[in-house]
Each structure stands twice: as C-alpha cells, then as structure tokens.
C-alpha cells in the first residue's frame, strides 16, 4: 500500500534552516507530482509546494518562494524540502504528498487532488 513517511523536523530558531524528507512506497514514484502542505495551529491546510515527476519543475507559494526549496531523488523514493531563512510564522505541521492523478504533470495548489498524506512532522521556528 502507499506509504508516505516525513522527518526532519523540529527546533529551529528564527533566520535558521531544516531539511525535510518523505520517503515514499507502494506506487512507482516518478510518475507523479509530489508537494508539501503545511497546517499552522488554527489555521487550514495550506500548499506549500510542489514538484513535477521528474523534479524539472517547481513551484512554490508566494511566502516561501526564495526561502524553501523542494528536490526529489527518484532512485531514493523521497521528496526534500530545504528550509532557510525559517520566519515563526512558518510553525507548522508539515505533510507531503502524492497527486492523485499523473497528468496535467504539474503541481496543484488543491487538496482535493492528492490522494495519499504523509502523517505529517513538526516544524517550529522559536527564539
């Protein structure tokens, strides 16, 4: 079954850096679109961003754009999300996930339109 496994969370303090991963299984990895998500306490589920299926292209929101950048390595099975220049406003939890759908091969700010979630992991940016 399709398994979807983030780490690299954690501590870190504002102006610094963290590295998430996603390790994936149970469906061929580089045919689909993969993104993270994040959901901030009392807030809704919001994209963050996202990879085509053979990472040529990127996308990001706009509050990260120039601060977080998103890499898949298809042999590895996992999709990273380098963090910098971290803001406490990007305290949240972070998920990854798989596009339901292998076409249009390009990322989908929706979440209606990805069918497997990672469990999600921890990031919180405090002095």
């Known amino acids: 079954q399709v398994q979807l496994v983030e780490s690299g969370g954690g501590l870190a303090q504002p102006g610094g850096s963290l590295r998430l991963s996603c390790a994936a299984s149970?469906?061929?990895?580089?045919?689909?679109?993969m993104s993270w998500a994040r959901q901030a306490p009392g807030k809704g589920l919001e994209w963050v961003s996202g990879i085509s299926s053979d990472g040529s292209d990127t996308y990001y929101e706009d509050s990260v754009k120039g601060r977080f950048t998103i890499s898949r390595d298809n042999a590895k099975n996992t999709v990273y999300l380098q963090m910098e220049s971290l803001k406490p406003e990007d305290t949240a939890l972070y998920y990854c996930?798989?596009?339901?759908?292998?076409?249009?091969?390009?990322?989908?700010?929706?979440?209606?339109?990805?069918?497997?979630w990672g469990q999600g992991t921890q990031v919180t940016v405090s002095s």
């Open positions: 149970g469906f061929i990895f580089s045919n689909y679109v």
């Open positions: 996930a798989k596009k339901e759908k292998r076409w249009p091969d390009r990322a989908s700010i929706f979440a209606d339109d990805y069918d497997y």
